[in-house]
């Protein structure tokens, strides 16, 4: 075993190019953490500044029309960024499958999961272990992940992966409800009178559903289940599971927030996407995950993006208002592909949409 945990080429071909991914790492239990997964001093976190007191809203979506519950939606994407949700209609039921379903991904053979690598998989909106570019990357993630593209319903049961396929759908196909009601409160805000086929393209055009594995680490302290970033996405809505290890930066700090699970419950947050389109009203935020030494950890991001193909800057509707554009209008694909050009560095992707 010494030789892998040593030698950087032949573990990076054991973690990527074999697809044993962190998992088969941390099956072997080893006691000290390989030097490609550990974090520079800078990158790592510092508990001492977590704000133990503090959390981000939580709204009641039991009646989602409201104008107070409306207003709480909006004033929690511009003032926070992140907020939890609950009494949104996916049942816990669901929700508990999907989980159950991520984990049985996970614990399948390495033969089984490589055959949606990457770089090898049947079709490009299934994709495993797409978060590890070591190209671009010097130090890794504790994370593995699946990510898959929903394109239309038979795409799905024909290419996601058979021990997850059905429970992943079931939960995507129910979750648009939820997310069409989020979205059409926060773009009301900014003077679209609702979200319709005329906008849908921009706003949810792509939506993508995610499988993170942090598996136990050996040395948590010295390394990261995902760096510091923003998404890039209009909103993403995730579902977490109980161990916990997500934190959000405060605005305008260097103190951060921890998203404590609470069961039945979905965090939501502003992306990029969102963010230049509302010219900065709403705002991205940075997050992160820690590395857990005790447990196993499972989350299930649905990203809510525009259309690759749609071109994104200030709405029209909020530029009227007579505010200075803060970005210039660009490709959603070529914001996308710059987001993946480089290493998580908090929210420096968005600098790309900067320039008017």
């Not at 816990?92 to 949606?116: P, Q, R």
């Amino acid at each position: 075993m010494e030789p892998l945990l040593t030698n950087m080429h032949k573990l990076k071909t054991f973690v990527i190019d074999e697809g044993h991914g962190v998992k088969g790492l941390s099956d072997l239990k080893i006691n000290t953490l390989p030097e490609l997964f550990i974090q520079p001093l800078e990158k790592r976190f510092d508990m001492s500044k977590v704000l133990s007191e503090e959390l981000i809203p939580i709204i009641d979506m039991s009646n989602s029309e409201d104008p107070e519950v409306m207003k709480l939606i909006c004033d929690a994407a511009e003032n926070h960024g992140f907020f939890q949700v609950v009494n949104h209609g996916i049942p816990l039921s669901m929700m508990e499958d999907v989980k159950d379903s991520a984990h049985k991904f996970f614990g399948l053979s390495v033969e089984e999961k490589t055959k949606y690598l990457f770089k090898d998989g049947t079709t490009k909106n299934v994709e495993y272990l797409r978060s590890f570019t070591p190209e671009v990357d010097k130090v890794l993630d504790w994370k593995d992940h699946l990510g898959c593209a929903y394109v239309s319903d038979d795409e799905a049961i024909e290419f996601w992966p058979h021990v997850c396929r059905y429970q992943l759908l079931e939960y995507m196909n129910k979750s648009e409800s939820l997310i069409k009601r989020l979205l059409s409160v926060l773009i009301k805000r900014l003077g679209i009178p609702k979200l319709d086929k005329t906008n849908q393209q921009l706003f949810m055009g792509l939506r993508r559903i995610t499988l993170n594995y942090y598996p136990i680490c050996p040395q948590p302290e010295l390394a990261t289940g995902v760096g510091s970033h923003s998404d890039f996405s209009t909103i993403t809505v995730l579902l977490q599971d109980e161990v916990g290890g997500l934190y959000v930066r405060k605005f305008e700090t260097d103190n951060w927030i921890h998203v404590p699970p609470i069961k039945g419950s979905l965090t939501v947050n502003v992306g990029d996407a969102l963010q230049i389109m509302s010219n900065g009203r709403y705002k991205s935020v940075e997050h992160r995950v820690v590395a857990n030494g005790h447990n196993d950890r499972i989350s299930v991001p649905i990203f809510v993006n525009p259309s690759l193909s749609e071109v994104i800057g200030p709405l029209p509707q909020v530029i009227k208002r007579g505010e200075k554009a803060l970005y210039k209008q660009v490709l959603y694909s070529d914001y996308v592909n710059h987001f993946f050009s480089k290493a998580y560095n908090g929210k420096d992707a968005i600098d790309f949409a900067k320039g008017i």
